[in-house]
Protein backbone atom coordinates (compact mmCIF):
# COMPACT_ATOMS: atom_id res chain seq x y z
CA UNK A 1 0.00 0.00 0.00
CA UNK A 2 1.17 3.73 -0.62
CA UNK A 3 -0.09 6.31 1.22
CA UNK A 4 0.31 9.94 -0.91
CA UNK A 5 0.02 13.39 1.18
CA UNK A 6 0.31 16.66 -0.66
CA UNK A 7 1.35 20.13 0.36
CA UNK A 8 1.77 23.45 -0.47
CA UNK A 9 -1.45 24.69 -1.86
CA UNK A 10 -2.86 28.41 -1.00
CA UNK A 11 -4.44 31.54 -2.54
CA UNK A 12 -2.46 33.62 -4.95
CA UNK A 13 -3.37 35.86 -7.55
CA UNK A 14 -3.59 35.48 -11.56
CA UNK A 15 -0.46 35.49 -13.00
CA UNK A 16 1.75 34.03 -9.71
CA UNK A 17 3.42 30.75 -9.01
CA UNK A 18 2.63 28.08 -7.00
CA UNK A 19 4.78 24.67 -6.24
CA UNK A 20 2.41 21.64 -4.55
CA UNK A 21 4.36 18.81 -3.57
CA UNK A 22 3.44 14.89 -3.27
CA UNK A 23 5.08 12.98 -0.45
CA UNK A 24 4.93 8.79 -0.77
CA UNK A 25 5.23 6.62 1.87
CA UNK A 26 4.58 3.11 2.64
CA UNK A 27 5.33 0.75 0.21
CA UNK A 28 8.32 1.87 -2.11
CA UNK A 29 6.78 4.46 -4.98
CA UNK A 30 10.10 4.46 -6.83
CA UNK A 31 9.07 2.26 -9.60
CA UNK A 32 5.23 3.83 -10.06
CA UNK A 33 3.99 6.24 -12.60
CA UNK A 34 3.14 9.51 -10.31
CA UNK A 35 0.36 12.29 -11.75
CA UNK A 36 -1.52 15.28 -11.00
CA UNK A 37 -5.41 15.82 -11.16
CA UNK A 38 -7.84 18.47 -10.24
CA UNK A 39 -10.92 18.74 -9.50
CA UNK A 40 -12.73 22.18 -9.62
CA UNK A 41 -16.40 22.91 -8.26
CA UNK A 42 -19.20 20.83 -9.88
CA UNK A 43 -16.75 19.35 -12.21
CA UNK A 44 -15.29 16.17 -13.18
CA UNK A 45 -11.60 14.89 -11.70
CA UNK A 46 -9.69 16.47 -14.77
CA UNK A 47 -5.85 14.54 -16.10
CA UNK A 48 -2.75 17.84 -15.47
CA UNK A 49 0.62 16.23 -15.61
CA UNK A 50 2.18 12.81 -15.18
CA UNK A 51 5.45 11.43 -14.63
CA UNK A 52 7.34 8.23 -15.78
CA UNK A 53 8.96 6.04 -12.69
CA UNK A 54 12.65 7.33 -14.04
CA UNK A 55 11.44 10.94 -14.59
CA UNK A 56 12.62 10.43 -18.95
CA UNK A 57 9.04 11.06 -19.45
CA UNK A 58 6.37 13.56 -18.54
CA UNK A 59 2.96 13.98 -19.92
CA UNK A 60 0.65 17.47 -20.26
CA UNK A 61 -2.69 18.02 -20.45
CA UNK A 62 -2.99 20.75 -23.11
CA UNK A 63 -4.55 23.90 -20.63
CA UNK A 64 -0.83 23.30 -18.77
CA UNK A 65 1.67 22.64 -21.39
CA UNK A 66 4.23 25.24 -21.34
CA UNK A 67 3.28 26.73 -17.53
CA UNK A 68 3.48 23.33 -15.26
CA UNK A 69 6.12 21.34 -14.69
CA UNK A 70 5.92 17.97 -13.44
CA UNK A 71 9.52 16.18 -11.95
CA UNK A 72 10.21 14.05 -8.75
CA UNK A 73 12.77 12.69 -6.50
CA UNK A 74 12.56 9.06 -6.31
CA UNK A 75 15.69 9.69 -3.17
CA UNK A 76 13.05 11.24 -1.51
CA UNK A 77 9.83 9.59 -2.10
CA UNK A 78 8.41 13.02 -3.52
CA UNK A 79 7.05 14.50 -6.88
CA UNK A 80 5.97 18.26 -7.15
CA UNK A 81 4.10 20.33 -9.67
CA UNK A 82 5.50 23.59 -10.69
CA UNK A 83 2.89 25.70 -11.56
CA UNK A 84 3.49 29.45 -13.48
CA UNK A 85 1.71 31.67 -15.23
CA UNK A 86 -1.18 30.67 -12.90
CA UNK A 87 -4.95 31.93 -13.98
CA UNK A 88 -8.38 31.52 -12.30
CA UNK A 89 -9.52 28.72 -14.44
CA UNK A 90 -6.38 26.63 -12.45
CA UNK A 91 -8.58 27.27 -9.51
CA UNK A 92 -9.31 23.38 -7.96
CA UNK A 93 -8.06 20.86 -5.76
CA UNK A 94 -5.12 19.13 -6.80
CA UNK A 95 -4.57 15.50 -6.29
CA UNK A 96 -1.31 13.47 -5.74
CA UNK A 97 -1.71 10.01 -8.09
CA UNK A 98 0.46 7.21 -8.33
CA UNK A 99 -0.18 3.79 -10.43
CA UNK A 100 1.54 1.78 -13.23
CA UNK A 101 0.63 3.45 -16.36
CA UNK A 102 1.49 6.41 -17.89
CA UNK A 103 -1.50 7.92 -18.89
CA UNK A 104 -4.43 10.45 -18.52
CA UNK A 105 -7.26 8.03 -17.21
CA UNK A 106 -8.33 8.27 -13.62
CA UNK A 107 -8.13 4.48 -13.67
CA UNK A 108 -4.94 4.31 -14.77
CA UNK A 109 -3.72 5.28 -11.14
CA UNK A 110 -3.99 3.01 -8.32
CA UNK A 111 -3.04 5.18 -5.15
CA UNK A 112 -4.60 9.04 -4.62
CA UNK A 113 -4.15 11.81 -2.14
CA UNK A 114 -6.88 13.47 0.19
CA UNK A 115 -6.11 16.45 -2.36
CA UNK A 116 -5.36 19.79 -1.79
CA UNK A 117 -6.78 23.19 -2.34
CA UNK A 118 -5.00 25.95 -5.04
CA UNK A 119 -6.78 29.24 -5.53
CA UNK A 120 -6.18 31.59 -8.06
CA UNK A 121 -7.87 35.10 -7.45
CA UNK A 122 -7.93 37.45 -10.56
Known amino acids: QVQLAESGGGLVQAGDSLRVSCAAS????????MGWFRQAPGKERDFVAAISWDGGSTYYADSVKGRFTISRDNAKNTVALQMNSLKPEDTAVYYCAAGRRLGARRYDYNYWGQGIQVTVSS
Open 26 to 33: GRSSSWLV
